[in-house]
């Protein structure tokens, strides 16, 4: 069994749509800019995955100099990524850090999402929610982060 750990971040802006998990969050004010979708939720999870199978990062697959990559939707990176990895995913949880929208109510969305890119069973992905409690980036609503580990058979 091997385990990664992943974490990315993304500013927020207006005229963006809010993209979570593959889940694009309807009635976001803003959402995340990036060279991709910006979806921090699948970024940090394609991370712990790259780590568990000590593949190096997102950036070295895909990097925010290659035009193929523009405007990518993070879960066909996701997939691409799962073709890459030399055994199973068990299991995967993440957090994600954000101050508004509530995000709750998509929950089960962003884990059948991610699930299904991965192979895997919904009860396979965990995917929790927290606010920044007003203090740093997140607190002040500048931008949204998240964290996953991931463990491979």
């Not at 068990?90 to 089960?108: F, G, I, S, Y």
């Amino acid at each position: 069994m091997t385990a990664g750990i992943g974490w990315d971040s993304h500013r927020l802006e207006g005229g963006r749509p809010l993209v979570l998990g593959g889940v694009e969050i309807p009635g976001a004010a803003r959402g995340l800019v990036g060279w991709s979708d910006a979806d921090v939720l699948t970024h940090a999870v394609i991370d712990a995955l790259l780590g568990a199978a000590g593949l190096g990062d997102i950036g070295q697959h895909f990097p925010d100099t290659d035009e193929r990559w523009r405007g990518a939707d993070s879960i066909e990176l996701l997939r691409e990524v799962r073709d890459l990895l030399p055994g199973p995913v068990a299991h995967v949880d993440a957090t994600v850090m954000c101050e508004v929208p509530k995000l709750a109510p998509h929950r089960d969305a962003m884990r059948a999402r991610l699930a299904q890119a991965l192979g895997l069973e919904p009860g396979a992905v965990n995917v929790k929610f927290t606010t920044g409690e007003g203090i740093g980036f997140v607190g002040r609503g500048e931008g949204i982060a998240a964290l996953a580990i991931a463990t491979m058979a």
